[in-house]
C-alpha cells in the first residue's frame, strides 16, 4: 500500500473538517472514526474537489503495483465506510458523487486551510456544480423536518423491532377494517352522506396498503440491504396512505369514544414520519 505522506492541510467542508496530517475527521468538533484508506480516498478527493477522479488513480494512491487485492469490491467497500461516515448517500449525494465505472468527484464546496493552500471556498463552475446538487440533495425527502446529520445512530435491531411494529399495527387496521366492513359502513352512514365512496377508499387503500406492508416487514425482518433507499422511494405514496389510515380511530368511535379517536389520530399523523426517522437512525450504510 502506498504511503506517500499528504500534504499538512486541513479541509472544511459542511459540518466537517478533515487534517490530513493527523489522519482525523472531525463533526462539529467531534472526532468522526475513519479508516485509514476511506480517509485516504477523501483526502484526495478533497485536493481534486470538482474534479473527476478516477478508480485507477484511486488504486494507485491506495496500493502499489506488485499488490494483489480485488480491487473493484474493496474499492466499493472503502467508498461505503467513507460515505457511512459522512452520512452521504450514492443515491442523494451530498459531498460524493459517483460516475459510472469511471471514478468520483467531490461536489460540496471545500475550504482549505494550510501553508499551499488559500482559505477559500470552491469557486467557478464546480462550486455552482456542487451547491447544485447539495440544495437539490437537501430540498429532497431525506430533509423532511430532519437532516441525517442530526440524527443520532441507533442500534439497527432497536429499530428493526420498532419499524416492524408499526408495518403490523397497519396490517391490523387494514385486516379488521376489511373484516368488519358492516360495521364500518353503520359508523360511516352517521357521519357522512355518501358513505359508499368512504367504503370504498377503505377497501382500495387496505388492499394497496397490504401487499406494501408485508414488503416493508419483509424487508425489515430479513434486514434487505439499503432498506432504508428504498423506504425513501416509497416515501411519497406511503405518506398520504398512512395520513388517510391516521382517521382510523373513528371507525371504532362507538368503543373508544371521541376523545380518545382524537387522541389516537394526532398520534398516527406522525407516524409517516417516525418511520423515515427509525430508517435514518438504523440504516446509515449508503448505497454503492
Known amino acids: 500500500m502506498s504511503t506517500a505522506p499528504?500534504?499538512?492541510?486541513?479541509f472544511r467542508f459542511g459540518v466537517f473538517e478533515a487534517d490530513a496530517a493527523t489522519g482525523e475527521?472531525?463533526?462539529?468538533?467531534?472526532?468522526?472514526?475513519?479508516?485509514?484508506?476511506?480517509?485516504?480516498?477523501?483526502?484526495?478527493l478533497l485536493e481534486r474537489r470538482g474534479e473527476l477522479v478516477t478508480r485507477e488513480e484511486i488504486r494507485q494512491v491506495l496500493w502499489s503495483d506488485d499488490t494483489f487485492v480485488d480491487f473493484d469490491h474493496s474499492l466499493n467497500t472503502i467508498i461505503n465506510k467513507l460515505r457511512d461516515a459522512l452520512g452521504d448517500s450514492a443515491a442523494s449525494p451530498r459531498f460524493i458523487?459517483?460516475?459510472?465505472?469511471?471514478?468520483?468527484?467531490?461536489?460540496?464546496?471545500?475550504?482549505?486551510?494550510?501553508?499551499?493552500?488559500?482559505?477559500?471556498?470552491?469557486?467557478?463552475?464546480?462550486?455552482?456544480?456542487?451547491?447544485?446538487?447539495?440544495?437539490a440533495a437537501t430540498a429532497g425527502p431525506a430533509s423532511l423536518l430532519?437532516?441525517?446529520?442530526?440524527?443520532?445512530?441507533?442500534?439497527?435491531g432497536l429499530v428493526r423491532v420498532l419499524f416492524s411494529l408499526i408495518q403490523v399495527?397497519?396490517?391490523?387496521?387494514?385486516?379488521?377494517?376489511?373484516?368488519?366492513?358492516?360495521?364500518?359502513?353503520?359508523?360511516?352512514?352517521?357521519?357522512?352522506?355518501?358513505?359508499h365512496w368512504i367504503l370504498a377508499l377503505v377497501m382500495v387503500t387496505?388492499?394497496?396498503g397490504i401487499p406494501t406492508r408485508l414488503y416493508l416487514l419483509a424487508g425489515v425482518v430479513f434486514d434487505v440491504r439499503d432498506l432504508d433507499r428504498k423506504f425513501q422511494k416509497l416515501f411519497p405514496f406511503v405518506f398520504p396512505l398512512d395520513e388517510l389510515w391516521a382517521l382510523a380511530p373513528f371507525?371504532?368511535?362507538?368503543?373508544?369514544?371521541?376523545?380518545?379517536a382524537f387522541a389516537a389520530t394526532a398520534a398516527l399523523l406522525?407516524?409517516?414520519?417516525?418511520?423515515?426517522?427509525?430508517?435514518?437512525?438504523?440504516?446509515?450504510?449508503?448505497?454503492?
Do not use: W
Open 97 to 135: 458523487e459517483t460516475l459510472a465505472r469511471r471514478g468520483y468527484r467531490f461536489i460540496a464546496p471545500v475550504e482549505a486551510m494550510g501553508e499551499n493552500a488559500p482559505a477559500a471556498a470552491l469557486t467557478n463552475e464546480a462550486s455552482a456544480a456542487a451547491r447544485s446538487n447539495s440544495q
Open 206 to 208: 387496505a388492499v394497496v
Open 146 to 156: 430532519s437532516h441525517p446529520d442530526d440524527i443520532p445512530s441507533v442500534p439497527r
Open 6 to 10: 499528504r500534504p499538512q492541510q486541513r
Open 251 to 260: 371507525l371504532a368511535v362507538n368503543q373508544f369514544g371521541v376523545g380518545l
Open 169 to 195: 399495527m397497519y396490517l391490523c387496521f387494514y385486516v379488521i377494517s376489511l373484516a368488519k366492513l358492516p360495521a364500518v359502513e353503520t359508523v360511516v352512514e352517521t357521519a357522512v352522506s355518501r358513505p
Open 270 to 288: 406522525y407516524l409517516p414520519f417516525s418511520q423515515r426517522t427509525l430508517m435514518l437512525m438504523g440504516y446509515r450504510k449508503a448505497e454503492r
Open 25 to 44: 475527521l472531525r463533526k462539529r468538533g467531534t472526532k468522526v472514526r475513519v479508516q485509514e484508506q476511506p480517509f485516504q480516498v477523501l483526502v484526495l
